[in-house]
């Protein structure tokens, strides 16, 4: 008996017990709070509930729908949801002309329309609270890098006005110089730049950004001062959050059932190998749940179901290893070599059927939309994670047992007869 080994494998345990306990009831640090994983998870529209809406872009002769446009309607929409106090809402591509808008714990139909699909307005408000000028005076607006007085490169805003709104504009800074001149759209501030000197080029830039990024982001709003292109609803559905709940119960009553009796199979049937597998398995649980609250995925009824798909991945990956473990036992080897032939037979059988269905999750995932995005995110994420916990996680448990001599009866991993 190697006492070290099994002081190992107390802590291997103490530390899974403490990420259970963790995940379930979440925990204080200082001022840092790590929530309950029921809390943390993301719930897609399908579990809480709200409206799920398909917009069109509809072409002109004169002016067409192009991405440039379609981008900017996201920006628009997007920015509206949020100074809603939407949250969590999604605003997304959907194919060439079209943007799918999820808004939960909104049921009413009507209300959801309106929110995103009245025309922005966008407006430069002085510091008398009065209008210098609207969005649609604003010609341009770009993110670029321009060096500062010090020749430091930083990210800026460029603003281009027509002839009405650099005149409008120029009389603006002349009498605010050295105050605010708010940008606001939707009645929300979007920047608040100061002005430091007279501008009547009808040319103008917003420095203060923080990344290029930031920048773009605003040079989008100011270019969306009204929705570029006409959208027409040609889906909306309403997702009771009554249905939501009762599908997000039976599906976790569901997989713990399910999880439960994969415990018990593989303890019976494989014995101790078995019961490594299944705390390798709770390691796989917290880590994939971890990696989907820190990516911020959105966590669907499709979702679930790529998630205990994975679970099956992972336990047919140590039924794999194991049999090939109980084979080496049977011809006569010792623990420690059928354990490291076992594993290293079974991989390339691993490898071969999860790389294959990390391929379809990736094919789903570029082609497809919506729910099936989501199934494919958190299968590949699953199998990832299976692949990991199966072949090094449950590897490493079943080295430290031997080394620590206290099991060391072929019975116990299956082997050597009933």
Do not use: C, W
């Not at 499709?302 to 798909?309: F, S």
């Not at 076992?342 to 789903?364: H, P, Q, W």
């Not at 090094?392 to 430290?400: F, H, K, N, Q």
Request: neutral net charge; glycine residues 8%.
């Amino acid at each position: 008996m190697d006492l070290k080994y099994i002081i190992v494998f107390i802590l291997i345990l103490t530390i899974l017990s403490l990420g259970v306990f963790v995940a379930i009831n979440g925990i204080s640090i200082g001022n840092y709070d790590i929530l309950p994983m029921k809390e943390a998870i993301k719930l897609g529209l399908d579990l809480r509930g709200g409206v799920y809406v398909v917009l069109e872009a509809e072409d002109s002769k004169e002016d067409p729908v192009n991405d440039e446009k379609l981008s900017r309607a996201i920006a628009t929409i997007r920015q509206r949801v949020d100074a809603f106090g939407v949250a969590e809402a999604s605003v997304s591509k959907q194919g060439e002309k079209r943007i799918r808008v999820s808004i939960p714990d909104i049921q009413d139909q009507e209300r959801a329309l309106e929110l995103i699909g009245k025309t922005a307005q966008l407006e430069f408000i002085g510091p008398d609270d009065k209008v210098i000028l609207t969005g649609s005076q604003v010609v341009d607006s770009k993110a670029v890098y321009q060096k500062n007085e010090m020749g430091v490169e930083q990210p800026v805003v460029t603003l281009v006005f027509n002839s009405e709104g650099t005149k409008a504009f120029a009389e603006a800074t002349k009498k605010f110089v050295n105050q605010k001149i708010s940008i606001v759209l939707d009645g929300d501030v979007i920047s608040d730049p100061n002005v430091l000197h007279e501008i009547t080029e009808g040319e103008a830039i917003i420095t203060g950004q923080g990344s290029l990024e930031e920048a773009a982001r605003l040079s989008t709003l100011i270019r969306a001062g009204a929705l570029p292109v006409t959208l027409k609803a040609i889906e909306i559905r309403t997702v009771g959050p009554t249905l939501g709940q009762d599908s997000l119960s039976k599906s976790l009553i569901a997989g713990l059932i399910g999880i439960i009796l994969v415990f018990l199979f593989m303890t019976i049937y494989y014995r101790l190998p078995g019961f490594l597998s299944s705390i390798a398995l709770m390691f796989y649980v917290l880590i994939f749940f971890a990696i989907i609250i820190s990516i911020n995925v959105t966590l669907t009824l499709p979702g679930i179901a790529g998630l205990i798909l994975s679970i099956g991945m992972a336990v047919d990956a140590n039924v794999i290893i194991f049999e090939r473990i109980k084979e080496e036992l049977n011809l006569g080897k010792t623990l420690r070599t059928s354990i490291d032939s076992g594993f290293s037979r079974a991989l390339t059988s691993i490898l071969d059927s999860n790389i294959t269905t990390i391929i379809a999750g990736v094919v789903l995932f570029f082609l497809g939309s919506g729910p099936i995005k989501g199934f494919s995110v958190t299968l590949m994420i699953g199998i990832g994670v299976s692949m990991f916990t199966a072949i090094v996680v449950t590897r490493y448990l079943l080295r430290i047992v031997i080394r620590a001599n206290i099991f060391s009866n072929i019975k116990l991993y299956g082997a050597g007869g009933k």
